[in-house]
């Protein structure tokens, strides 16, 4: 079936620092792929999507492109603050039979900035 | 603010009673997701209603029970609890089940902590 694996984190980086969190996908046909992020003591919240190949998502210096070659969708920022500290998720919605709509997630990327 | 509204926000129960979770959806959306989020499985969804019918079943328990009533306000009902489902309950909603691309708004969750 469908599935999702990230890095495994967690990630702590220095403020101001690059931000690169991988993300690569088994899926069938062509899903669309989406970035959440997850504050402490929140639900998730959409970062950013793609729904086809090629597509960049992108939103608060956040970006990731649709890879169909190398089944990826990794997550990059150019210069991470102390705000950024999260919890990352990437997920995929399938787009063939009773797949369509729920979202498959990976385990979840715990990233820290520190000052 | 994401529009979802989740009650109760804390729940602590013991094996083997049962309880009832609660998710209002944004207005306007008819569809509703529920997703479980523990330590050792990661976030999983669990299952999705569009107006008041079933549409998608994940890993769900059969000793889990969901339903969506004529308000769109959907209830997850959790039975002969133990203690592995201690988790954290997210409820989504988006405007429609289908097509592929389809963005969900999470509440807030609901964690469930059975003693």
């Known amino acids: 079936g469908d599935s999702v694996t990230q890095m495994e984190g967690p990630v702590t980086l220095s403020e101001e620092a690059f931000l690169t969190i991988n993300c690569t996908y088994t899926?069938?046909?062509?899903?669309?792929l989406f970035w959440y992020v997850q504050y402490p003591g929140e639900g998730l919240q959409l970062l950013l999507k793609a729904t086809k190949a090629d597509d960049k998502g992108s939103n608060k210096g956040f970006e990731a492109t649709y890879r169909k070659e190398t089944t990826s969708f990794h997550l990059e920022k150019g210069s991470v603050q102390v705000s950024d500290s999260a919890v990352y998720f990437c997920?995929?919605?399938?787009?063939?039979?009773?797949?369509?709509?729920?979202?498959?997630f990976g385990k979840g990327t715990k990233l820290s900035v520190k000052p | 603010d994401s529009g979802v509204t989740q009650t109760p926000k804390h729940l602590i129960t013991a094996t083997g009673q049962r309880v009832t979770l609660r998710c209002s959806p944004r207005?306007?959306?008819?569809?509703v997701y529920w997703y479980q989020q523990s330590l050792d499985q990661g976030l999983q969804f669990l299952i999705q209603y569009y107006n008041g019918e079933e549409r998608a079943k994940g890993n769900i328990l059969e000793r889990f029970s969901a339903q969506q009533f004529p308000d769109l306000h959907s209830e997850l009902n959790l039975s002969s609890l133990e203690l592995g489902d201690s988790a954290l309950y997210f409820c989504a909603s988006s405007v429609v089940g289908t097509p592929s691309y389809n963005e969900q708004f999470f509440g807030p969750g609901t964690r469930l902590t059975v003693l």
């Open positions: 207005s306007g959306d008819l569809s």
């Open positions: 899926a069938t046909g062509y899903p669309s």
């Open positions: 997920a995929l919605s399938g787009n063939y039979g009773g797949s369509q709509g729920n979202l498959i």
